[in-house]
């Protein structure tokens, strides 16, 4: 199985804060990387393909980008509404697999 | 605008068969180009992707989970369903269908959209 690690696990930050997630697979997945954003009670939202490409009506200042190994998920100005758990997920691969995801806080 | 929805038990004892359906409405589960999944998280922890199966019946499993699973679709009704023996505390999660594209250049693949997910507790 292909690991998939976020770091870090949890961030505080404040509104307005440009903020970056990384996540890094166990082996080469290419760009076979999606992010997907979670709050509690909900089921998560599916934000990012391809490691770079916006899902229709995902805000311009989401941004993902990586190949390989490496890849990040930026917000550029943080909004109340970004807080939440964002995980990151390989398609490389079956079994298909998640990071552990990264907590994002209100400082 | 599909739209998924899980049924099944939300209690279950140590030992027993966990059977879910995913019930998909506004397109058909017929579709040759979507894959239809199971995916589970545990209280407060990640997701975990259980299975998937495909038009005609092919399934695809999690090796941690490929012995006990079984996952079957009925396109008669527009659902698929995920049949789980042998259950354990370790089985208590959320447990989520979502459907991903198969067919999409360059075989990129997405899990969207959702179910809104079932709680599912084992415990005797």
């Known amino acids: 199985d292909i690991q998939m690690t976020q770091s870090p696990s949890s961030l505080s930050a404040s509104v307005g804060d440009r903020v970056t997630i990384t996540c890094r697979a166990s082996?080469?997945?290419?760009?076979?990387l999606n992010w997907y954003q979670q709050k509690p009670g909900q089921a998560p939202k599916f934000l990012i393909y391809?490691?770079?490409t916006l899902q229709n009506g995902v805000p311009s200042r989401f941004s993902g980008s990586g190949s390989g190994t490496d890849f990040t998920l930026t917000i550029s100005s943080l909004q109340p509404e970004d807080f939440a758990t964002y995980y990151c997920?390989?398609?490389?691969?079956?079994?298909?697999?998640f990071g552990q995801g990264t907590k994002l806080e209100i400082k | 605008q599909m739209q998924l929805q899980e049924s099944g038990p939300r209690l279950m004892k140590p030992s027993q068969t966990l059977s879910l359906t995913c019930t998909v409405s506004?397109?058909?589960?017929?579709?040759?180009?979507?894959?239809w999944n199971w995916i589970r998280q545990p209280a407060g922890k990640g997701l975990e992707w259980i299975g998937r199966?495909?038009?005609?019946?092919?399934?695809n499993y999690n090796p941690s989970l490929k012995s006990r699973l079984t996952i079957s679709m009925d396109t008669s009704k527009n659902q698929f369903s995920l049949r789980l023996t042998s259950v354990t505390a370790a089985d208590t999660a959320v447990y989520y269908c979502?459907?991903?594209?198969?067919?999409?250049?360059?075989?990129?693949?997405?899990?969207?959209?959702w179910g809104q997910g079932t709680l599912v507790t084992v415990s005797s």
């Open positions: 391809g490691a770079i």
């Open positions: 997920q390989q398609s490389y691969s079956i079994p298909v697999t």
């Open positions: 082996q080469s997945i290419d760009s076979y």
């Open positions: 199966i495909y038009t005609g019946g092919s399934t």
């Open positions: 979502a459907r991903a594209p198969s067919l999409f250049k360059g075989g990129h693949s997405w899990f969207a959209p």
């Open positions: 506004g397109g058909s589960i017929s579709s040759v180009s979507y894959y």
